[in-house]
């Protein structure tokens, strides 16, 4: 064949110019914590290792002895006697942001590593009042909740006297796709009526729980996204049924738990109605955005604990003739682990950071990203501690075990991996679409 006989193929596609250098496409990206920060970061690690993760084997006894006397549901005394010390030395309300209601409260950037602390022992976020549902609660009713309503359950429950539940999750429907929802609240001269079943409604197993926040639809008839709403319910309204407590993976975490509910005629004023009807899900954005977060850098903190684990047992540890450790495998995983963890955090730091300056909804492709990401990496890491553990990493040994059932679920709670990869996906589309159309 002559040379002059080749044909040069035609690309099918073709490298498109960008519209900006690389350079300019990067973000800045200043993830340095404020001095505040800093000095509370101290704080508080010096906190959990004097006085709260020493007492991990207590509370545990506390928790074998209510249950062996028959009521499992009932306050810790060790968590109590701990958020009283905690208060008083100012560790407390540290989630909540720009809100005159909790002046101590740090911006979502410099929250993040203290949230990673708090998140290496399940339940030590109580003890400075910065546990789940009640931080996403105290934001709605911060945000959006009249002065009524705010004196009569944010001020106590940012207090630390009552507890509260969030209701959205339905049995019936799938509940990923929010628009499924299918509890009425209907509109009754000066009140609403609700009904409906709930479930897997986190915290309302707590006798302390005094208010659920509810959401529900109140126009059929109206888009797809202006059909809820979101209303304020007391928990000891006539017509509210507990029907049971909901297991994850064997746990029923008292004594919140997670529940199903009945609301059968369940009648509340109007005025409990938080920011009008069909705003429920401007709310839920509200809500879930820093909620997706917090979980977030909880699972990061738990997944350094089980590095942490992992690497003690693994030197400590001869099989075969040499220690554990010393086996590519496990260096290997070691490795990866290192490698999850940090990556998660940046994109954590780096969420927080937008949150912070453009934005929860300019946010919502990072903090999507972080969401599927986050409790993925902290999954491999406590499976990866399980194993090493053998038999002890399934038993109540360790807190592996919980700590895997606990972080398996954040792959569903405030919205499954699959609805995060979706969103990811349409805001990529979506960015690529408007530059071909420039």
């Not at 040379?3 to 990067?26: D, N, Q, Y």
């Not at 008083?88 to 740090?106: I, M, V």
């Amino acid at each position: 064949m002559f040379i002059a006989e080749l044909r040069v193929p035609r690309m099918r596609h073709t490298i498109r110019s960008m519209s900006e250098p690389v350079f300019r496409m990067m973000k800045p990206m200043d993830l340095t914590p404020s001095p505040r920060a800093l000095e509370l970061h101290r704080q508080l690690h010096a906190f959990l290792q004097e006085r709260v993760w020493p007492m991990e084997a207590a509370y545990a006894t506390e928790d074998a002895a209510n249950r062996a006397a028959g009521n499992p549901w009932q306050p810790s005394e060790v968590i109590e006697g701990l958020k009283a010390e905690a208060r008083a030395q100012g560790l407390w309300n540290l989630f909540l942001p720009n809100s005159a209601h909790a002046p101590e409260g740090l911006s979502n950037l410099d929250y993040a590593p203290l949230c990673e602390l708090m998140g290496r022992m399940y339940w030590s976020p109580e003890v400075f009042n910065c546990s789940a549902p009640d931080t996403g609660n105290m934001e709605v009713l911060a945000r959006y909740a009249g002065e009524a309503q705010q004196a009569r359950w944010l001020q106590p429950l940012l207090d630390g006297r009552i507890r509260s539940a969030f209701l959205m999750t339905e049995p019936a429907v799938a509940s990923s796709d929010a628009t499924n929802l299918q509890c009425g609240i209907r509109r009754d001269g000066d009140d609403y009526v609700l009904d409906g079943r709930k479930w897997f409604a986190s915290g309302a197993g707590d006798p302390r729980c005094e208010v659920y926040i509810v959401m529900g639809i109140t126009d059929t008839n109206a888009a797809a996204h202006q059909r809820h709403s979101m209303i304020v319910v007391p928990a000891d309204t006539p017509g509210i049924r507990v029907n049971r407590a909901m297991d994850v993976y064997g746990y029923d975490d008292a004594p919140h738990g997670h529940m199903e509910i009945d609301l059968v005629d369940v009648r509340v004023p109007a005025a409990n109605m938080l920011l009008g009807e069909g705003r429920g899900f401007e709310i839920a954005q509200g809500r879930l955005g820093p909620g997706r977060i917090h979980h977030c850098m909880r699972a990061i903190g738990m997944g350094e604990r089980a590095l942490e684990a992992m690497c003690r047992r693994l030197a400590s540890r001869h099989a075969f003739g040499r220690a554990i450790a010393d086996q590519s495998i496990w260096r290997e995983r070691i490795a990866e682990s290192r490698c999850l963890l940090d990556q998660a955090r940046l994109m954590v730091l780096n969420a927080a950071r937008m949150m912070d300056t453009v934005g929860n909804k300019a946010a919502r492709a990072e903090i999507a990203m972080i969401k599927v990401i986050a409790p993925q990496a902290a999954e491999k890491v406590i499976d990866w501690a399980v194993q090493a553990h053998g038999a002890a990493g399934v038993s109540q040994d360790t807190f592996l075990a919980k700590a895997w059932a606990h972080n398996r679920t954040l792959r569903l709670a405030d919205g499954p991996d699959e609805v995060h990869r979706d969103t990811i996906a349409r805001l990529e589309l979506k960015k690529h679409a408007a530059k071909d159309a420039a």
